[in-house]
């Protein structure tokens, strides 16, 4: 019994001596680790002190000047004042295969913009809280008081000092909670770019040159390619985006449009150019829905002619309206990318799915295409708004007409998401149509794609089914869009 205790001791001795050596071990992993995340720090805050340091000296030196270009207008599709209407005698033709000019690849995806070395997230809440509303969202974001600032001029001088005024730790903690909020929000680079905006609005008035100063400095930071210049006594920004931005106008600097986005008119600007490390280009894509408070519009009803039971009720939500509503025109893949926002998708979709579940791809796609056709009222833009301008696809919910670029627009999105199938657009001088990939072997007018056979579906030829295509297009050369 004795040696048994002696020996039960010694073990217990030998877990107690494992366990201080373990926790010694652990506590000096730790110390290392911190230390290192400490230097790491130290080293990421010493970068951005000296590119801060070094820009706001090249910002003391004289800027160059640039000649204004004419904004690039937005493509236009003089469409027929009524949309054309198969008669239900017509017989379906027999398939024709339809030629194409171009094929206009699909873009990239891009990543969003990041801060060229990470920002720590402040530690302690600031104390000065400004709320602002953005969309009629109500937003929140901590800021110091190193933040104001004035300027008694727009000269090369007055703009480096405010730059090296906000070169700080509060500053640097006011960029985190920027980027924070874009997270928190969901914001796309243009979501982004506009919220500093408001910011800036909030803090020192209206459109003021502080307020400009104040906006690409956070924007440098976050890590956008962006440009500050000057025309008599005002400040703007100037954006480079890699899609093209239609109706505004720019400057070309470096081979790149930068475009002025306070679309100030002036026959050209005093510029900064010198590039903050690691910049990036903004771009238009919408990668996410952003999140705004919803507030629901009245409910509108929409029914498929050919489908009766292909019917529902939709509210959309009005600050997303508005968002879209100014956002910049821009390429139709970035409308067909944005998808439609999840409170559209959750009354929709359910309705759609059980109506096109067990049909074949044809049958599927048939309901699809004359719901899209049948359920939403015609008109052109120029009678509806007065100009040209492509309606994302909860906004074909929202406005009391739609034309061929919104509806194919629609259509895209209804047949990639609910029978994941391959859509492209097809561009023709007028007018805009969609063609399918399905993967069943499917008789209609068609393209052929890198050898694979692309189905015409047109939303706009009212009452035609899939594979058929509008009679005076045939013969046109279409450029064909791929689309993300």
Known sequence: MGIACCGAAMSQTDDDKFRAEFEAFKQQAQNEFNTFKHDAEKEYEEFRRKANEEYANFMATPWTFFESNEAVEAP?????????????EEPKQEEVELPFEVVIPEPERCAMPEPPVPIKAPVVPAKNILKFS????????????????SLDDVSEKAVSDAWKKLSNKQVDDFVANCLQLRKDMQLCDWGYITMLDTIANNIFGKKTNEGVVLQMYVLTQSGYNV????????????????????????????????????????????????????????????????????????????????YPDVKVAVAVNKNLVDFYNSYPLGD????????????????????????????????AANILINFVQTAFEYKVDDEQFGYERPLFADEVFYYPYSDCEDRSILFAVLVNELMGLDVVLLHYPGHLATAVRFSNDIVGDYINLDGDKYIVCDPTYIGASIGEAMERYKNEQAKVVKIK
């Open 76 to 88: 236009k599709s003089p469409e027929p004042p009524v949309p054309e209407i198969k008669k239900p």
């Open 134 to 149: 953005y969309y009629n969202t109500e937003c929140s974001l901590g800021m110091g008081d190193d933040i104001k600032f």
């Open 227 to 306: 440009r500050i210049a000057r025309t008599d006594n005002k400040l703007v920004l100037l954006l480079p985006t890699k899609e093209v931005l239609y109706n505004y106008t720019y400057l070309m600097i470096d081979n790149e449009r930068y475009y002025v986005i306070d679309q100030t008119d002036a026959d050209g600007f005093m510029v900064f150019n010198h590039a903050f490390p690691k910049e990036k280009m903004s771009s238009l894509q919408i990668r996410t829905i952003p999140n705004l408070v919803n507030v629901r519009t009245n409910v509108k009803n929409f029914e498929s002619e050919a």
């Open 332 to 363: 139709w893949n970035n409308y067909v990318s944005a998808s439609l926002s999840k409170d559209v998708k959750d009354v929709l979709y359910p309705m759609l799915k059980k109506q096109i579940e067990g049909k074949t791809q044809e049958e």
